[in-house]
């Protein structure tokens, strides 16, 4: 049963397969130009907020501020940066484009 | 469940049911799942109770479900963030939400048993599921507003033998 216990979570997240993170996914050698206000700040506005807008029913994180997405910035790019889809749910998402530029701010230190 | 009211979201799984009937006709039961879906490679945890209406013929027995859905829908990170708490709601990214369904279906008994023995029977169902839309949201909501699709599956009846 123990056994079981861990055995059947391996193999779901086997089953639904892996994702990038942010160690495979060095800064560019020159740095970026995107910045939290050229980019971040709407990015998060755009696809965010709605639900990480503060403690609510939906939940517990806020990425309101360029701090609390640094914070959180290894999950964010686990789930929404580069090919990760995970986030935001539904369909509609952020373009590849936006996200592979989530990816570079994340990966630059989201300056 | 086969899919969604999203474009593009097809789902697989398995389910488990467990129940109690009264008179053949009407039964109270549990029902849950565990599906994989193609948006958002998520993982769905539902958990449904309700009562079903059984036409207690000979051969098939059509019924009708009618259920409470709490569902619980998780990203491929947070199952692997938190192993094995996922089944139980428990892990940051999941989406906990609720809802009603209905299951129309029938059931086929594989032979005929009497009080005290186990009877086998296949059953074959068509479902639909309701979420009310979220208040917050992105695009696309918290998830699906309707889910919609089939079960086929086998299990067994056992009728209690009557008291002397």
Redesign the interface.
């Known amino acids: 049963m123990r056994k079981a ?2 055995i ?3 193999l ?2 086997a ?5 990038e993170d942010m160690s495979s996914y060095p800064c560019p050698p020159g740095g970026t130009t995107l910045t939290y206000e050229n980019f971040g700040q709407s990015f998060f506005s755009e ?2 907020v ?2 990480h807008g503060g403690p ?3 939940s517990s ?1 806020a990425f309101t501020d360029v701090d609390s997405i640094r914070a959180e910035a290894d ?1 964010i790019f ?2 929404a940066a580069e090919d ?10 952020p373009s590849k484009a936006q996200r592979d530029d989530l990816a570079e701010w994340l990966a630059c230190g989201a300056p | 469940m086969l899919g969604s009211s999203w474009q593009g979201d097809f789902a697989a799984g398995g389910l488990v049911r467990l129940g109690y009937r009264f008179a053949r006709i009407v039964a109270i039961d549990f029902v849950g799942w565990e599906q994989m879906a193609t948006v958002n490679d998520r993982l769905d945890t539902g958990l449904t109770f309700g009562v079903t209406g059984f036409v207690p013929l000979k051969r098939v027995r059509p019924s009708l479900r009618v259920f409470a859905i709490h569902q619980h829908e998780e990203g491929a990170v947070s199952v692997a963030q938190t192993p094995g708490g996922f089944l139980f709601g428990i892990g940051s990214g999941i989406r906990h939400r609720a809802g009603g369904g209905l299951t129309l279906g029938a059931e086929i008994p594989l032979q005929c048993a009497r009080p005290g023995e186990l009877e086998w029977v296949i059953f074959v169902e068509l479902q639909s599921i309701w979420f009310p839309p979220g208040a917050p949201a992105g695009p696309s909501g918290l998830g699906p507003e309707f889910y919609y699709g089939g079960n086929l599956g086998i299990g067994f009846n056992y009728s209690l033998p009557k008291m002397p």
């Open positions: 216990a861990i059947l979570p391996v779901v997240s089953a639904l397969g892996c994702w696809w965010c709605s639900c609510n029913g939906y994180r999950d686990k789930n990760n889809a995970t986030m935001p749910p539904g369909p509609v998402g």
